[in-house]
């Protein structure tokens, strides 16, 4: 596995060794030991999420204020445009955003702390997203920055005007949400 550090140093990406012939293709998608050698992380999963979205369709920018999740995020069919945005105030990337297109050719993943607000942007005319996550889902909890944030200032590939839920519609401004120490 090749980890490579995002302008965000604690989300990572991470591009699996493949086997490939003929046959297809094989790799290993999660490794636990493998994950904690090169990330120097232990997370412990408890829940996978599976999503098909249509092309520019937007979810996010997600985080759970209580019971937190860090998320590993992979494509399976498609393409999309993955997002994380620094929202730990005593960070000294606070407010800064990330993003990187993670597929179903080049099979790499993101690494989203706990901490951080997540969402995409799919670029193909259809993609399945699955991610794995540290704690389980608490709508309770759940809080959606505002994915046009103007102090964020996330660049998304967009050719169209995006496809929003009503809650993604409804996000806050960074200087709005509920923010972690």
Known sequence: MNVTPT???DVL???PKIFQDERGFFFESYNARKFEEETGCSPQFVQDNHSRSVRHTLRGLHYQIKQPQGKLVRVIVGEIFDVAVDLRKSSPTFGQWTGCRLSAENKAQMWVPVGFAHGFLVLSEVAEVLYKTTDFYAPQ???SLLWNDTKVGV???LSDCPILSQKDK???SLDDVPLFD
């Open 7 to 9: 302008s965000l140093p």
């Open 170 to 172: 409804q996000g806050l």
């Open 155 to 157: 660049e998304w590939p």
């Open 141 to 143: 909890h759940e809080r």
């Open 13 to 15: 990406v991470l591009e």
